[in-house]
C-alpha cells in the first residue's frame, strides 16, 4: 500500500513514515525542506497520484511559524490541496493533522469549560493556528460528505520526542515553576510513538465518514496528582468523573476514549519522572 506523509521531514512526520516503513507501507514523501509546497495544487497532484491513502502533517505548527497570513495559507489552503489531490487520485482514506488547540485552551488562550478535555468539548480557538486547525478540520469534514472518502482528524496535545522528557524534566529541576509558567497545558502530552502507532491504526481500521479523535498520553508529567493540580491551577473549572481519579491520581487530564473506541488505540509511553517539588 503507498502512502503519500506530506510533511514527512518534520519530528512528527519522520517518525511516522519511518514506523510505515517499517510496516510495509511504501511511503512517498511531500516536504517543503525538499523544495515541495503544499501551496502548489499540481505538485501535491503529482505526489498524490497511486497513492491509496494521505496523512497530511504539512502545515506551520505554531503561531510564532509565521505570519499569519502565511499560517491560513499554509494550513487551509494547503489542507484543501491535499484533499482535492486525493480526490482525483482516488485514495481510500486520508488522516490528517489537526491539533488540541482548536479548543482554545493552549497557552493560556482560556479556561476550558470542565475536565478532561474532550473531544466534544466547544472549538474556541482565537489565534491563527487554532484557527487555522478549526477550518481545515471542517474542511476534512465537508469533503467527505461530499465524496464519501474518509477522514480521521487527529487531534494531538504536546507532541514529546524520546530525548525530549529528559530535558523537561532537567528544566524542572532546575526551575520548578516552568512546568506552570508562562502556561499551564494540564500536564498533557503525547509521545510521538504513540502519535505513529495511531496514525497506523487510522490507516486500518474499518470505519466510514469523519472523525476528529484527540491523542494524549494516559498519565500527567506533573509534579502533583492531576485533581490536586487541577485544583491548584483551574480551581473554577468543574471535573466533569472523578472516577478515573481515584482509580489513578495522575490519570491525564485530557480524555482520549473516542481514539480508543475507534481506533482501539491506547499510548503505550508514560511520563516516569520522579514528581518535583509541588509549586
Known amino acids: 500500500m503507498r502512502v503519500l506523509v506530506t510533511g514527512n521531514r518534520g519530528g512528527i512526520g519522520a517518525v511516522v513514515s519511518r514506523h510505515l516503513a517499517d510496516l510495509g507501507y511504501e511511503v512517498s514523501g511531500f516536504d517543503i525542506a525538499d523544495g515541495m509546497d503544499v501551496l502548489d495544487l499540481d505538485a501535491v497532484r503529482r505526489a498524490t497520484r497511486g497513492c491509496a491513502a494521505v496523512v497530511h502533517l504539512a502545515a506551520l505548527p505554531h503561531d510564532t511559524a509565521g505570519s499569519p497570513e ?14 482535492l489531490a486525493a480526490e482525483d487520485a482516488g485514495v ?14 493552549a497557552e493560556g488562550e482560556q479556561p476550558p469549560d470542565y475536565l478532561p ?26 469533503f467527505t460528505a461530499r465524496t464519501g472518502i474518509p477522514t480521521v482528524a487527529l487531534r494531538p496535545v504536546w507532541v514529546w520526542l524520546p530525548g525530549q522528557y529528559e530535558r523537561i524534566e532537567a528544566s524542572w529541576r532546575a526551575d520548578p515553576a516552568a512546568e506552570y509558567e508562562p502556561f499551564w497545558e494540564f500536564g498533557a502530552f503525547v509521545d510521538v510513538r504513540d502519535v505513529a502507532t495511531a496514525v497506523e491504526a487510522a490507516l486500518t481500521v474499518p470505519l466510514a465518514g469523519h472523525h476528529r479523535l484527540l491523542l494524549c498520553a494516559d498519565g500527567i508529567a506533573a509534579s502533583m496528582p492531576s485533581l490536586a493540580m487541577a485544583a491548584t491551577r483551574a480551581r473554577h473549572v468543574p471535573i466533569k468523573d472523578v472516577t478515573p481519579y481515584q482509580r489513578d491520581p495522575w490519570h491525564a487530564l485530557v480524555d482520549c476514549a473516542a481514539a480508543e473506541a475507534l481506533l482501539r488505540w491506547r499510548p503505550a509511553h508514560r511520563w516516569s519522572g520522579r514528581p518535583q517539588q509541588a509549586p
Not at 502565511?70 to 484533499?83: D, E, F, K, P, S
Not at 488522516?95 to 488540541?100: E, I, Y
Open 117 to 142: 478535555i474532550d473531544d466534544d468539548h466547544p472549538r474556541r480557538a482565537m489565534r491563527p493556528y487554532g484557527l487555522s486547525k478549526v477550518l481545515s478540520e471542517d474542511l476534512c469534514a465537508g
Open 70 to 83: 502565511r499560517i491560513m495559507a499554509v494550513n487551509v489552503l494547503g489542507t484543501w490541496h491535499a484533499l
Open 92 to 105: 481510500q482514506r486520508i488522516v490528517h493533522f489537526s491539533s488540541a488547540q482548536v479548543f482554545g485552551t
